[in-house]
């Protein structure tokens, strides 16, 4: 008798244990299932302040902002409402990297509003992509150019981050994986935006900048084209990140990043080769 009442204890012991312990593993979420209410929520896009960055970011977000309900609001509205789940956040930030002496990239920055730690893990903060859109300390103006196809890069890779763990917890070296297969286009890369003199023989066209843009804005079919973002004052801290986007469908083939340090801004002879290697 003694012997099965310590069997029953122990068994009653052992379901206790994995009942919490199957609690605990309930509450743990995946980053898709933790943004997979974005379309639900209304998105607030932060504005920056910089008046002519706003125009341009308010015109192209009403145009194209599609996967959830959006609002505009000021930082200061931000900065009081980024801590609650209720809202997903689009902000401009800049970026000061650990040994830069001051921030050298504008992000635009896609976010889950909550607290850094929460008890529900649902309703805790997450980032779920920033991309760079140009310097920090100044406008180029190609970032005006771009910015159309930064909104919508955010926007597919988000709806992607939403059914596949691979691509949340990937980021965008994961995301541009699917692109990659479909490389029968023409690529055309400013020269400006080269920090390597050994363009010959590579299956890529390389033109003056207006005219590399031109072919982007004109969302001319079955092209790629380069763009570069790199600080106007570069330090030893500072990176160089470099893109190749398709000007018809805003779909991202490329996206790499280097230090500055020891190399020049743009795409590198690594990158070229790489490129020409994919061009079909």
């Known amino acids: 008798m003694k012997t099965n009442c310590k069997s029953l204890l122990t068994i009653v012991i052992c379901l206790c244990l994995f009942s919490v312990a199957a ?67 689009l902000v401009p930030v800049v970026n000061q990297r650990k040994k830069e002496a001051e921030p050298g990239i504008a992000m635009l920055c896609f976010e889950k509003g909550g607290k850094e730690e929460d008890a529900d893990p649902a309703k805790e903060a997450i980032e779920v992509i920033s991309i760079p859109y140009g310097p920090a300390e100044e406008s180029t103006g190609r970032e005006f150019v771009f910015l159309p196809a930064i909104i919508d890069i955010i926007q597919n890779y988000t709806l992607e981050a939403m059914t596949r763990d691979l691509i949340g917890y990937g980021g965008l070296a994961s995301y541009i994986g699917k692109q990659r297969p479909n490389w029968r286009r023409e690529i055309y890369i400013a020269e ?54 398709s000007s018809d469908t805003h779909e991202l083939y490329f996206f790499a990043k280097h230090n500055l340090k020891n190399n020049g801004a743009g795409f590198l002879k690594a990158d070229i080769k790489f490129i020409s290697t994919l061009k079909k």
């Open 23 to 89: 609690g605990a593993q309930a509450k743990i979420l995946t980053k898709k299932h933790r943004i997979s209410d974005v379309t639900a929520k209304t998105t607030k896009v932060v504005l920056s302040g910089n008046e002519m960055f706003d125009v341009n970011y308010m015109t192209e977000i009403s145009r194209r902002w599609r996967i959830s309900p959006f609002e505009f609001c000021t930082a200061e509205e931000y900065e009081s409402l980024r801590k609650s789940s209720d809202f997903y956040f």
């Open 192 to 245: 400006s935006d080269l920090a390597t003199s050994e363009t010959q023989g590579n299956k890529i066209n390389y033109l003056e900048q207006d005219e590399v843009d031109a072919i982007f804005e004109s969302g001319e079919p079955g092209t790629l084209v380069g763009y570069t973002v790199s600080p106007v004052n570069p330090d030893n801290g500072s990176v160089c990140y470099k893109m190749l986007i």
